[in-house]
């Protein structure tokens, strides 16, 4: 399905000039002056045919709607497509897995100690990834202090193309602020679910490399290049990713405004949530910021829900 695009500079300033004309038009005499703009205005219906030859400015609000609506039939497709390069790849995966292919310079399986060092290294496997991340994420909920960061780095990932799959523990699909994040991200088009048995906090990148948590601490971390073992960690995440549960990641309705700050609203969006002025609003933020020493509406909004 192919939806328009939004109207450009171009279309925008047509679309004023003709609402000053009074909002009718001949469709010809403007088509001979500006076509690709017109053409924009005409695709995402900001000008519609009146009657025969007779053509004129439309509510843009309606146009709006009508765009939000084909928007959202192409995602729900995308969405319910998403399996097929993996199916349609399955017979060359196996013809590359039975190739005889030459072993590489290096297997090497490597410990780090120390967190920064381990997500200095990590920071580093996730910038060069080209076209997939796999994860489980023990433990449910997801920490508040680190919900912020999620949004930003789930945001780049996928802003450059890269598959993203997760599997959770139960708790998460509970947890208000975790069900958030999983909702914004699967928006983006990341593919979270729950898997309900125990396992260990790994990643998988570029199916090249698997990143192992140390069993007693986090401050140990054991990177992992051996094809084979890569391979078998492989297989597990996959058979436990089809046994794992799909979710539906609906957000949970705002209704305070920690809930509201979180998601990065404005003043003048939450004032209007809210029902309140937004001089009212600005000064709660004002005195919320200094007693939560916080920098900005966002992390306002977690530092709130983390200590609520």
């Keep these: 399905m192919t939806v328009p695009a939004l109207p450009g500079a171009a279309a925008r300033a047509l ?158 699909d509970t947890d208000p602020a975790t069900v958030a994040y999983a909702a914004h991200a699967t928006a983006l088009g990341a593919r979270i679910r729950i898997l309900d048995e125990p396992f260990r906090r790994l990643m998988v990148l570029d199916r090249s490399v698997v990143v192992l948590a140390g069993h007693a601490s986090y401050q140990v971390a054991t990177f992992v290049e051996d094809p084979v073992v890569v391979g078998l960690v492989l297989d597990q995440f996959e058979r436990d990713w089809t046994r794992a549960e799909r979710v539906r990641w609906d957000p949970p309705p705002p209704s305070t405004l920690a809930d509201l700050l979180a998601r990065g609203l404005t003043q003048r969006a939450i004032a209007n949530r809210l029902g309140l002025s937004e001089r009212t609003v600005a000064a709660q933020i004002a005195r919320l910021r200094e007693e939560y020493d916080a920098d900005t509406l966002f992390q306002l909004g977690w530092l709130m829900r983390a200590t609520s």
């Design 15 to 172: 679309y004023r000039e003709l609402l000053a004309d009074g909002g009718l038009f001949d469709l010809a005499q403007v088509s001979a002056r500006e076509p690709a703009a017109l053409a924009q205005l005409r695709a995402t219906g900001l000008v519609v045919e009146l009657h025969e030859g007779q053509w004129g400015t439309a509510d843009p609000r309606r146009a709006a709607g009508l765009l939000r609506a084909q928007y959202r039939e192409a995602a729900v497709e995308l969405l319910l497509r998403a399996d097929e390069p993996v199916r349609a790849m399955d017979e060359l995966a196996q013809a590359y897995d039975s190739a005889a292919l030459p072993p590489p310079a290096e297997r090497s399986i490597t410990h780090v100690e120390g967190l920064q060092q381990i997500q200095q290294r990590l920071g580093d496997l996730i910038l060069e990834s080209r076209y997939e991340i796999l994860s489980m994420q023990p433990g449910g909920a997801r920490p508040a202090v680190h919900l912020p960061r999620m949004y930003t780095d789930v945001e780049a990932i996928r802003g450059r193309g890269i598959e993203l799959r997760t599997l959770y523990q139960p708790g998460a």
